[in-house]
């Protein structure tokens, strides 16, 4: 199985995101981990070349500041767009969200919480 060099986890609940981070660091198959409270501060990273990209972005919808359709919107613009693997992370079970999570080609999936490691080799998998 690949291993993933830099992952960014993109959410604003603190809990889900210690729980996640601890749960990364015990797969083999995670290096670096980096968590966000809100998509700007990564928008400003991806934006600059001169920063590595991540190999996978684990992603929130509703957040402070912008939320996840709007970082989605704003990453869609970036000129290496295609190499960005953007996975939606939700408790949402609306279809309307699964739905519009397609019509970005950043997002890869759409994966609802809580994440368990079965989710996580799947992820790896497809990227």
């Known amino acids: 199985m690949r291993t993933v060099d830099l992952t960014y986890i993109i ?4 809990i889900f ?16 981990v980096l968590d ?16 590595q990209l ?3 972005i684990l992603l929130d919808i509703n957040m ?10 704003q990453i869609e613009k970036l000129p290496h767009k295609e190499k960005l693997n953007v996975f939606i992370m939700s408790s949402s079970i609306d279809a309307n969200d699964i739905e519009k999570s397609k019509s970005f080609s950043t997002v890869k999936d759409f994966i609802s919480k809580p994440i368990n490691n079965e989710k996580l080799n799947k992820l790896i998998e497809s990227i």
């Open 17 to 32: 995101v210690f729980v996640l981070k601890k749960y990364l660091e015990k797969n083999d198959n995670f290096n670096k």
């Open 36 to 51: 966000f409270k809100n998509g700007e501060e990564v928008i400003n990273l991806l934006s600059d070349e001169n920063n």
């Open 54 to 56: 991540p190999d996978i």
């Open 11 to 14: 959410d604003d609940d603190k």
């Open 64 to 73: 402070p500041v912008i939320d996840g359709w709007q970082f989605l919107e």
